[in-house]
């Protein structure tokens, strides 16, 4: 990575039909004096979405080759396809890791504190090589999580119909690199990543959340997962199910303080169904079941039943 400044040609000339002058005064003192957010010093250019897709889909591919590389491969040729796949992959990630890195800076670091070019550019190789060396264990959790929604999906009737059609599937896919990428430092680009599996299926699941083997999200749509939540092993969600904080300490001064655990604990083996709310730093005891519509605030015993009331039968 040699340039970080942004690289997109100019629009074309301004039309004149707009009166477009003194707006484009009052954006800049916008900018540069009365709603300025940017620290002082170089802009950089930031990570590209589109370039991060393509990323998720290139990873995807390395890990499951025949499934979503070449239907094709035979044994001869996978490791090839495999490594050229991953090489052109890291390549691009260490320049988005870069980009990002110098898009991260904390509002209060001065210019002066600035990585150079160059140093980025090792970070964000650094950064690659650490990803690289942990896609075999990323690829897998995702075997384990297929495995639990073949378990535990009766409609489910293989492997390759789980993978390549799931949304819950296809969501903790995505948290998977994005918790990985969050774990190495580029929160940015994980950020950007869990984003992108939002999009995709409807389920949000912070990149700093702790998931265990096996999770299998049924359906998926709606699902919330917060950034401090720390969920076990064989433990399944369905639609609609929000694992969220219940209030937001504060320093003396008022301001939020990032970070602290304020998500749930969701041991082993745990079933939460649909549209059920768990909030605060509670703990979902091992092999706890929460009903659908549940609102709960406080911790479970292993081996629980917790339900939301019976709504009143009309006669």
Do not use: C
Request: hydrophobic share 40%; no cysteine.
């Amino acid at each position: 990575m040699t340039d970080l400044a942004p690289t997109s040609p100019p629009p074309a000339a301004p039309s004149g039909r707009w009166n477009l002058a003194g707006v484009v005064t009052e954006l800049r003192r916008s900018r540069d004096v009365t709603h300025n957010i940017r620290p002082p010093g170089r802009i950089p250019r930031a990570p590209s979405r589109e370039a991060l897709e393509g990323l998720v889909k290139e990873f995807t591919a390395a890990l499951f080759p025949r499934h979503y590389g070449q239907g094709d491969l035979d044994e001869a040729r996978i490791d090839d396809f495999v490594a050229r796949t991953l090489d052109s992959a890291l390549e691009r990630l260490a320049d988005q890791a870069a980009r990002s890195f110098a898009f991260s800076r904390a509002p209060d670091q001065s210019a002066e504190e600035e990585e150079s070019p160059e140093a980025l550019a090792a970070a964000g190789e650094a950064l690659a090589r650490d990803f690289a060396a942990q896609t075999p264990q990323i690829r897998g959790l995702l075997v384990s999580d297929l495995q639990a929604a073949y378990r535990g999906d009766p409609a489910a009737t293989n492997f390759p119909e789980i993978l390549l059609s799931y949304p819950g599937v296809s969501a903790i896919l995505h948290h998977r690199i994005a918790h990985a990428l969050h774990r190495l430092g580029a929160t940015l680009l994980a950020r950007l990543v869990s984003d992108i599996g939002r999009a995709r299926t409807g389920v949000d699941i912070h990149p700093g959340a702790t998931i265990g083997a096996s999770f299998f999200i049924d359906h998926g749509a709606g699902v919330v997962i917060g950034e401090t939540a720390v969920i076990g092993e064989r433990v399944r969600i369905y639609q609609g199910v929000t694992l969220g904080a219940r209030s937001f300490p504060t320093d003396a001064a008022g301001f939020l303080i990032k970070g602290a655990p304020r998500h749930p604990i969701v041991e082993d083996d745990v079933v939460i169904y649909a549209g059920a709310t768990v909030l605060g730093r509670v703990t979902i005891g091992r092999g706890a079941t929460v009903g659908g519509h549940a609102w709960l605030t406080r911790s479970l015993p292993a081996g629980a039943h917790f339900s939301a009331p019976n709504p009143v039968q009309e006669r």
